[in-house]
């Protein structure tokens, strides 16, 4: 899985995509998107971070995350049987449909609360991931309508916690993010291989004190730092995959098997043949 921004692909002319049971609880995939995201997910008790907010979710949780609210994947770490399902929602929705049908307008209310990130329960989560658990087995006309549907119900709803007090705004500008972009696919494409700083603050045409500066302003890590985190990512991968230590240190980019080890402990909290014993146990 890509380190990047998401985006559905222009050519799509639908409103919608939907991801079915997309697994990524080995991947930590902090990242954000213009398109608004519903996600449901069951069999899990595990972290839920949207923006600034950071809690337990238990059993399974259903969540309408705005655009460009960073978010993390809600199975990270999860070890258990579990299903998700992911909607996006296209930013256009809104003008390009809702606007031109009054009968839609009440659709507008739950778009503007997801600008606070809302996690729903109750009655309201177990209809709607009900719902959501079908929509990969219908045709294109039946999928938009019971989108439409899952969208109706949703506003009606009052069973809903708001995870921000005001609507959170990502700090990162269009500019910004086609820099960050660039990075992240710099990283992608170059990870298993030595990445020097000046190499990458080339593509932001910085000095490379001024690169390490804006980085950090940027992502609240230093360059090296979340190198590593994804290369660490990246890592988890293979050796689930059944990988020994030693192919996937130095296939994920590190020089030396100590320093991968080091450095895995660091940002998982045990070594790599621990994690190695202990996922596949489960």
Not at 44 to 50: G, M
Not at 174 to 195: M, P, T, V
Not at 196 to 216: G, H
Not at 247 to 262: D, K, P
């Amino acid at each position: 899985m890509k380190v990047e921004l998401e985006t559905i692909l222009p050519e799509s002319k639908s409103p919608f995509r939907l991801l079915h049971n997309p697994k990524l609880n080995h991947l930590f995939y902090w990242h954000f998107h213009p398109e608004l995201e519903l996600v449901y997910i069951e069999g899990a008790n595990a972290k839920r971070h949207v923006g600034d907010h950071i809690s337990n979710y238990e059993e399974s949780d259903l969540v309408l995350i705005g655009s460009n609210i960073p978010h993390l994947n809600f199975d990270h770490g999860v070890t258990t049987t579990y299903r998700k399902e992911v909607l996006h929602i296209k930013p256009s929705f809104k003008e390009n449909v809702l606007n031109d049908y009054p009968e839609l307008k009440q659709l507008d209310r739950l778009l503007e609360l997801s600008k606070y990130g809302v996690a729903f329960y109750g009655e309201t989560k177990k209809e709607v991931g009900a719902l959501l658990k079908k929509l990969h087995t219908l045709q294109p006309f039946d999928f938009f309508m019971s989108v439409m549907n899952i969208l109706k119900r949703l506003s009606q709803s009052k069973e809903f916690e708001l995870l921000h007090k005001t609507p959170f705004v990502n700090r990162f500008k269009q500019k910004e993010q086609e820099r960050i972009r660039k990075i992240y696919a710099f990283i992608d494409e170059h990870y298993q291989e030595k990445i020097a700083l000046e190499e990458v603050s080339e593509i932001c045409n910085l000095t490379k004190p001024a690169f390490c500066r804006y980085f950090k302003k940027a992502t609240g890590n230093t360059f090296v730092s979340f190198l590593n985190q994804y290369r660490i990512s990246q890592a988890k991968r293979l050796l689930l995959m059944g990988k020994n230590v030693s192919e996937t240190a130095f296939e994920c980019g590190f020089e030396s098997l100590s320093y991968f080890n080091r450095s895995f402990k660091k940002i998982t909290g045990e070594n790599p043949s621990a994690f190695k014993k202990n996922y596949v146990s489960v």
